[in-house]
Protein backbone atom coordinates (compact mmCIF):
# COMPACT_ATOMS: atom_id res chain seq x y z
CA UNK A 1 0.00 0.00 0.00
CA UNK A 2 1.43 3.16 -1.34
CA UNK A 3 -0.39 6.29 0.92
CA UNK A 4 0.28 10.35 -0.59
CA UNK A 5 -0.37 12.71 1.67
CA UNK A 6 -1.13 16.23 0.29
CA UNK A 7 -2.99 19.78 1.99
CA UNK A 8 -0.31 21.15 4.25
CA UNK A 9 0.58 24.62 4.03
CA UNK A 10 0.97 27.67 5.79
CA UNK A 11 -2.39 29.00 7.89
CA UNK A 12 -3.24 31.76 10.06
CA UNK A 13 -4.67 31.01 13.19
CA UNK A 14 -8.27 30.60 13.27
CA UNK A 15 -8.12 29.20 9.35
CA UNK A 16 -8.55 26.14 7.96
CA UNK A 17 -6.90 23.39 6.01
CA UNK A 18 -8.23 20.20 4.33
CA UNK A 19 -5.27 17.30 4.05
CA UNK A 20 -5.80 14.19 1.72
CA UNK A 21 -4.14 10.82 1.90
CA UNK A 22 -5.26 8.73 -1.31
CA UNK A 23 -4.17 5.25 -1.12
CA UNK A 24 -2.93 3.13 -4.16
CA UNK A 25 -2.43 -1.20 -4.08
CA UNK A 26 -5.13 -1.70 -1.38
CA UNK A 27 -8.73 -0.83 -0.54
CA UNK A 28 -9.18 1.38 2.56
CA UNK A 29 -12.89 0.99 2.27
CA UNK A 30 -13.29 -1.41 5.39
CA UNK A 31 -9.89 -0.57 7.18
CA UNK A 32 -8.49 1.91 9.71
CA UNK A 33 -6.88 4.89 8.73
CA UNK A 34 -5.52 7.20 10.92
CA UNK A 35 -3.88 10.95 11.31
CA UNK A 36 -0.77 11.24 13.35
CA UNK A 37 1.12 14.50 14.03
CA UNK A 38 4.70 15.32 14.66
CA UNK A 39 5.45 18.80 16.30
CA UNK A 40 9.45 19.94 15.97
CA UNK A 41 10.76 18.48 18.92
CA UNK A 42 7.98 16.47 19.89
CA UNK A 43 7.27 12.51 19.59
CA UNK A 44 4.29 11.55 17.14
CA UNK A 45 1.22 11.71 18.26
CA UNK A 46 -2.38 10.67 17.32
CA UNK A 47 -5.00 12.84 15.43
CA UNK A 48 -8.06 11.13 14.69
CA UNK A 49 -9.06 8.35 12.93
CA UNK A 50 -11.69 5.83 11.11
CA UNK A 51 -11.64 3.18 12.37
CA UNK A 52 -12.09 0.15 10.16
CA UNK A 53 -13.96 2.18 7.81
CA UNK A 54 -16.94 3.99 9.63
CA UNK A 55 -16.19 4.83 13.47
CA UNK A 56 -14.48 7.95 14.20
CA UNK A 57 -12.13 8.99 17.46
CA UNK A 58 -10.09 11.62 18.03
CA UNK A 59 -7.68 12.71 20.71
CA UNK A 60 -8.64 15.68 23.14
CA UNK A 61 -6.74 18.90 21.72
CA UNK A 62 -8.67 18.66 18.29
CA UNK A 63 -11.96 17.33 19.30
CA UNK A 64 -14.87 19.30 17.99
CA UNK A 65 -11.93 21.05 15.37
CA UNK A 66 -11.18 18.43 13.36
CA UNK A 67 -12.99 15.51 11.46
CA UNK A 68 -11.98 12.05 9.60
CA UNK A 69 -14.04 11.40 6.56
CA UNK A 70 -13.45 8.83 3.75
CA UNK A 71 -13.98 8.68 -0.05
CA UNK A 72 -14.22 5.07 -0.80
CA UNK A 73 -14.75 5.32 -4.19
CA UNK A 74 -11.43 7.60 -4.47
CA UNK A 75 -9.66 5.68 -2.07
CA UNK A 76 -9.27 8.23 0.22
CA UNK A 77 -8.99 9.45 3.46
CA UNK A 78 -9.50 13.65 4.54
CA UNK A 79 -8.66 15.67 7.62
CA UNK A 80 -10.77 18.69 8.04
CA UNK A 81 -9.24 21.27 10.44
CA UNK A 82 -10.60 23.93 11.38
CA UNK A 83 -9.87 27.01 14.12
CA UNK A 84 -6.56 25.97 13.64
CA UNK A 85 -4.25 27.18 16.56
CA UNK A 86 -0.07 28.02 16.36
CA UNK A 87 -0.09 24.40 18.48
CA UNK A 88 -1.36 22.57 15.67
CA UNK A 89 1.95 23.23 13.67
CA UNK A 90 3.34 19.69 12.79
CA UNK A 91 3.89 17.36 10.24
CA UNK A 92 0.64 15.35 9.51
CA UNK A 93 0.66 11.56 8.80
CA UNK A 94 -1.81 9.24 7.77
CA UNK A 95 -1.41 5.39 8.54
CA UNK A 96 -2.93 2.12 7.23
CA UNK A 97 -4.01 -0.33 9.44
CA UNK A 98 -5.88 -3.39 8.21
CA UNK A 99 -5.99 -5.49 11.98
CA UNK A 100 -6.00 -2.78 14.53
CA UNK A 101 -8.62 -3.72 17.78
CA UNK A 102 -10.25 -0.65 19.03
CA UNK A 103 -7.61 -0.14 21.87
CA UNK A 104 -4.52 0.17 19.76
CA UNK A 105 -5.76 3.02 17.30
CA UNK A 106 -3.98 5.40 19.43
CA UNK A 107 -0.76 3.36 18.93
CA UNK A 108 1.36 3.86 16.09
CA UNK A 109 2.68 0.75 16.10
CA UNK A 110 -0.94 -0.45 15.10
CA UNK A 111 -0.56 0.56 11.50
CA UNK A 112 0.93 -1.10 8.68
CA UNK A 113 2.03 1.47 6.22
CA UNK A 114 2.29 5.34 6.61
CA UNK A 115 1.93 8.05 4.37
CA UNK A 116 5.49 10.72 3.89
CA UNK A 117 3.99 13.46 5.92
CA UNK A 118 2.78 16.87 4.95
CA UNK A 119 3.41 19.86 7.21
CA UNK A 120 1.13 22.27 8.51
CA UNK A 121 2.28 25.67 9.92
CA UNK A 122 -0.08 27.80 11.60
CA UNK A 123 0.84 31.47 12.15
CA UNK A 124 0.68 34.80 11.91
Known amino acids: VQLQACGGGLVQPGGSLRLSCAASGRTISSNTMGWFRQAPGKEREFVGVSFRGSRLYYSDSVKGRFTVSRDSAKNTVYLQMNSLKPEDTAVYYC???????????????????WGQGTLVTVSS
Open 95 to 113: AYGSRLILSNIYNQEGYDY
